[in-house]
């Protein structure tokens, strides 16, 4: 069964358990928005005419 | 050496990588069950339950500045790519997971020990120090333009830094502190009751294969980068 009840000692565990949720959910957002970025920005750049210059693509994602 | 060439890995890691992720989250959700089903411990109570965050953060914080290393000599001594690729992205994960296992053990360390943070602590110290190099690392690589000069300038800090690793890990023997001594690795077995080990290693389970689900993510993120800028610089020339 599980406790959530704890006690005197609440104000301890539960930031420890929201923190390290707040950081894992957030290296994951990060990771899986970079990846679709970039992915997204290749394939746009694999399907423009070769000659067109994109060195400062506004689009463009940070790293 | 299978893996090195980025093609391969890229092609290797497409099918890997859901099935990592799907275990992480599988095991963290699993580990947290467990975590608050385990009884409280006698002495400690409930906070006993921030050891299910604060050591998988730690030990795990450890191995990938391990990795970090590891990848930073590879690039360094051979010049590889993707050696430089995988210490760029053991950076950041690692730098979170230290942070997480200094503020837990803090959260820990004030209703058992009396206090937040004690400063002299070799322990605490060791590991603030292994944080300090995970921030290092970031900011040089951030601070020089030159992305071949930058990872090599950061591969020579990645490697000074792995100096450190032993020293976190038998600081607990080496110095006084108040921070317990190891309690997994040990000659004698495990010295954490079942009913607290199961979760314990189970949670270091997900946390290890968490990171290896957002490594694996970022390292196959860094070569499309790497893609995305040669081919800028490609088109850029051209026009």
Redesign the interface.
């Known amino acids: ?10 104000a ?2 539960w ?3 929201a ?2 949720a707040a ?2 959910a ?3 957002a ?3 928005i ?2 679709r970025r ?2 997204a ?2 394939e746009r ?2 399907a ?1 005419p ?6 400062q ?1 506004p689009a ?1 994602p940070e ?1 | 050496m299978f893996l090195a060439n980025p093609d391969r890995f890229l092609r290797f890691t497409r099918p890997v990588m859901p099935v990592v992720w799907v275990l992480a989250a599988v095991l ?1 959700a699993v580990g947290v ?1 467990l975590s ?2 385990a009884p ?1 411990d006698y002495q400690q ?3 006993v ?2 050891m299910f ?2 050591v998988p ?1 730690a030990s795990v914080g450890l191995m990938i500045y391990a990795a970090l290393g590891v990848s930073s000599f590879f690039a360094l001594v051979f010049r590889h790519p993707l050696a430089d690729a995988a210490a760029r992205a053991a950076a ?2 690692g730098a ?1 997971y230290t ?2 296992a200094l ?2 053990g803090s ?2 360390g ?2 058992m020990w009396g206090a937040w943070w004690v400063w002299g602590d070799a322990r605490l110290m060791s590991v603030l120090i292994l944080f300090l190099f995970y921030l290092g690392y970031m900011a040089l690589r951030a601070s020089i333009d030159d992305e071949t000069r930058a990872a090599r300038a950061a591969a020579v800090l990645g490697l000074v830094g792995l100096i450190n690793l032993p020293i976190v890990k038998f600081s607990v023997d080496w110095w006084n502190t108040l921070h317990q001594p190891a309690s997994l690795l040990r000659a004698n077995g495990p010295s954490v009751t079942p009913d607290l080990l199961a979760p314990l290693l189970t949670m270091m389970a997900a946390y290890g294969l ?1 990171f290896l ?2 490594w694996i ?2 390292i ?2 860094e070569i ?2 790497r ?2 800028l040669t ?3 490609r ?2 020339h ?2």
């Open positions: 069964m599980i406790d959530l009840d704890m006690g005197r000692y609440a301890f565990v930031p420890a358990w923190l390290s950081v894992l957030g290296l994951a990060r990771v899986v970079a990846a970039w992915s920005e290749l750049l694999d423009e070769a000659t067109v210059g994109d060195a693509s463009a790293a | 963290l069950w608050f089903a409280e109570g409930d906070t339950r921030i965050v604060h953060a950041l994960p979170a942070l997480l503020v837990t959260l820990w004030k209703p968490f689900a957002v993510t970022s196959r993120t499309v980068r893609r995305v081919l800028r610089a088109r850029a051209e026009a």
